[in-house]
């Protein structure tokens, strides 16, 4: 990844998000970080598949105290993890809302914009993964 890169995705995390400190930096080769307010949240991998470039997004919440591994994510846990998310990302207006017939899984928007999924990960707790299509950063 390259500082332009960075810039522009770093651009359209904010905006998407209605962050203004949140930024990218290249880590090396593939890799990079997404910032808030200069702190690291969230990993990053570029991928370049048959000329059409995106970025993934990996941001882990812990799981709370004392729940189990493959606790469904109810309306409580969405709600943690709601608050959790727009306290991490500086996004007030991000939601975590439950999926159709799915409970070990839930989705996050802005407004009524789709941004990720959040699933139950073994070691982590819960990851909120989201990717960036090459085409979202133009313009």
Do not use: W
């Not at 606790?71 to 846990?77: M, R, V, Y």
């Amino acid at each position: 990844m390259n500082a332009a890169e960075c810039t522009r995705l770093g651009g359209y995390l904010s905006k998407l998000l209605g962050s203004p400190t949140v930024s990218v930096v290249a880590l090396g080769g593939e890799e990079g970080e997404v910032l808030v307010d200069g702190q690291a949240v969230a990993q990053l991998r570029r991928d370049d598949e048959d000329g059409e470039v995106s970025y993934a997004i990996s941001l882990a919440i812990p799981r709370a105290r004392g729940a189990k591994k493959d606790a469904p994510i109810d309306e409580t846990e969405r709600a943690r993890l709601q608050t959790l998310l727009r306290q991490k990302l500086h996004a007030a207006d991000l939601d975590v809302r439950a999926r159709p017939r799915k409970t070990d899984s839930a989705e996050v928007y802005v407004h009524d914009e789709f941004v990720g999924t959040l699933s139950a990960d073994e070691d982590e707790g819960q990851v909120l993964t989201m990717m960036v299509l090459d085409i979202d950063l133009e313009g």
